[in-house]
Every structure is written in structure tokens, then in C-alpha cells.
């Protein structure tokens, strides 16, 4: 079992910026590569970001592309999403998510991941 805990979250002001963490426990070694996902009320959950633990494979959704950038520190077991240049449409609750396979068909899906955590609260005021 892998347990994925997210803080960072909070409200801000549209422009500004945030860092959130993923902090990733137990069988971790069963995990190849960590993802971000967000869900706004009232909409789909929406792929954001995937990093794999060595630190290449990354990819990002055309929405966040140039504003947002993950990271990762695999002593600690953490993986970082920094958001800068938010913008109201930014608001969701976001996911960090963890993919156990090495394969990239389907990475954007949520189906992919196979443990997930409990979100964080990110609101962006205009």
C-alpha cells in the first residue's frame, strides 16, 4: 500500500503563487512515476502533471504549460508542484497520484493511477 498525503494549498490572489507537496509512504518502491490532477466544482477531474522518482518523463496539460513545474525529491519521498501565475481558472481541488507501471499509453487518465490522495484546496481570487 502506498499512502499519499498533499499540503500547500490555500487561497491567493490571481498572478501569485503557490507550492504544493505530495508526501509519498509505505511500499513507494512499488511506484514508477507521481502525477497531478485537478477538479474544479462541477467538472472532470483533468490531468496537470506526471514526473517520474528519477526525475525525467515530464509532462504537463497545455492549461498549466509554462506556469506550473513539478519536481522531486526522492530521499524525501516527495514530489513538488509549483504554480505560479495563477489564474482563477486554477481553482480546484488538486490530486497527486501515484502510477505503479513504467508504461506512458494513458497518463492523462485517471485510470492509470493506482493510489491516490486526499486533495488539496487551491483558490484563486481575481
Known amino acids: 500500500q502506498v499512502h499519499l498525503v498533499e499540503s500547500g494549498g490555500g487561497l491567493v490572489q490571481a498572478g501569485g503563487s503557490l507550492r504544493l507537496s505530495c508526501a509519498a509512504s509505505?511500499?513507494?518502491?512499488?511506484?514508477?512515476?507521481m502525477g497531478w490532477f485537478r477538479q474544479a466544482p462541477g467538472k472532470e477531474r483533468e490531468f496537470v502533471a506526471r514526473?517520474?522518482?528519477?526525475?525525467?518523463?515530464?509532462y504537463y496539460s497545455d492549461s498549466v504549460k509554462g506556469r506550473f513545474t513539478i519536481s522531486v525529491d526522492d530521499a524525501k519521498n516527495t514530489v513538488y508542484l509549483q504554480m505560479n501565475s495563477l489564474k482563477p481558472e486554477d481553482t480546484a481541488v488538486y490530486y497527486c497520484?501515484?502510477?505503479?507501471?513504467?508504461?506512458?499509453?494513458?497518463?492523462?487518465?485517471?485510470?492509470?493511477?493506482?493510489?491516490w490522495g486526499q486533495g488539496t484546496q487551491v483558490t484563486v481570487s481575481s
Open positions: 497520484a501515484a502510477d505503479t507501471s513504467s508504461t506512458l499509453i494513458g497518463f492523462y487518465y485517471q485510470s492509470k493511477y493506482d493510489y
Open positions: 509505505g511500499r513507494t518502491f512499488r511506484t514508477y512515476a
Open positions: 514526473i517520474t522518482w528519477s526525475g525525467g518523463g515530464i
